[in-house]
């Protein structure tokens, strides 16, 4: 055992070094942005935890670079009017990167205000192709794969295995919804096997879809591929069933989340949805899972494995670069590769991980099982 002598000195040693490069008494602040309230509470609460895990373990351990981790919690209630404000008290309050948001269009609304103020921004769910592919957030990152890659797996999925020929397209009008689907229009029109003989948005938060069922209904279409989240999708579902629409429905990630199966009940059954791959097996992945259960007494929930993936990344990134620094933690992002429980990613020159993908899953007795 070291004398209590040996361990003062090597204590004052360390403090003047940290003094000297700047780390006494700060922080690293990382804010976390996404729907903590609201009907798509669902989907942001789980990033929240899995940032509070991994932030408590790198701080047990001495934390990155002489400092602890300081998270920054927003509401940003996945609406883009509300993750302006969100953005802009984050930047405020001095986060330095941020982990988030969960939504398209809430993320979309506030990565200009992130990018004028030079952070860095890294999602585990926003999956609007627009965000990496257009070129006009070079500071956006993200954990998953975009919709056109999952709106092409799902035609893909309703071409060869369901061997559609008429189907129904609708969507939320948001930009993922609507993202999702305008893609996955495109690809069956560039098939050319199967007629989208119904493409139509939808109104969020409405009580009462028969409408557009009426419709589904008329056009006699064989599937109908949903655009959206798991509300609308619950609402959609249910009353095509009621109406003994017995048709294949097929969704994206937005509905692939266990509040969908509970919301629609035994209507959910034999629905189809994409979503992250299942990396269950994967070490880190068992154990973000297993720190989860320990540490709430529940099931992890949607994007909680792609959101604790991101927050590695981020603090992978800052500790290699060694700061907090755009431009360099941009370099490190785009040529380091970290080990996560999605596996071991980068990130190509657009901000999409290099290594994430998207399957099909479908309810069965209750849950989503991943079709292989």
């Not at 509300?82 to 953005?87: D, F, G, L, Q, S």
């Not at 103020?117 to 990152?141: E, K, R, W």
């Not at 429980?341 to 849950?367: C, E, H, L, T, W």
């Amino acid at each position: 055992m070291k004398s209590f002598g040996k361990l003062c000195a090597v204590s004052i040693i360390g403090v003047f070094l940290f003094a000297g490069s700047g780390f006494a008494g700060d922080t690293i602040k990382i804010g976390i942005a996404g729907p903590h309230s609201g009907d798509l509470a669902s989907y942001g609460l789980p990033s929240v935890k899995a940032a509070e895990l991994v932030v408590k373990e790198v701080n047990a351990n001495g934390g990155i670079l002489g400092k602890q981790i300081e998270l920054l919690i927003e509401d940003d209630v996945c609406k883009p009017e509300v993750a302006t404000n969100t953005a802009t008290k984050l930047v405020s309050d001095g986060a330095q990167v941020v982990m988030g948001h969960i939504c398209s269009g809430a993320t979309k609304a506030a990565l200009g205000i992130y990018k004028d103020s030079g952070i860095i921004v890294m999602s585990p769910s926003a999956t609007n192709p627009g965000l990496t592919q257009s070129g006009d957030y070079p500071n956006f990152y993200r954990t998953i794969a975009s919709d056109d890659s999952q709106a092409k797996l799902d035609v893909e999925f309703a071409l060869n295995v369901l061997k559609v020929k008429k189907v129904a397209v609708i969507h939320d009008k948001g930009d993922y919804g609507k993202g999702f689907a305008e893609f996955a229009k495109k690809y069956f029109e560039e098939d050319g096997t199967a007629e989208v003989l119904l493409f139509e948005g939808v109104t969020p938060g409405a009580m009462d879809y028969s409408a557009i069922v009426q419709k589904i209904k008329r056009a006699k279409v064989d599937a109908v591929v949903f655009g959206g989240y798991h509300p609308e999708a619950s609402k959609i579902v249910s009353q095509m069933r009621k109406k003994r629409l017995k048709m294949p429905f097929i969704s994206d990630d937005g509905v692939k989340d266990d509040t969908f199966i509970k919301v629609a009940g035994k209507y959910a059954e034999g629905v189809y949805a994409s979503g992250p791959k299942d990396t269950s097996a994967n070490a880190l992945n068992i154990k973000a899972v297993k720190d989860h259960k320990e540490a709430y007494k529940t099931d992890h929930g949607a994007f909680y494995i792609n959101a604790y993936s991101a927050m590695l990344a981020l603090i992978n990134a800052i500790e290699k670069t060694g700061s907090t620094d755009y431009a360099a933690l941009t370099k490190t992002l785009q040529s380091e590769y970290v080990e996560t429980p999605i596996g071991n990613i980068s990130f190509d020159k657009r901000g999409d991980a290099i290594g994430a993908g998207f399957s099909v899953y479908q309810v069965k007795d209750g849950v989503y099982v991943e079709l292989k």
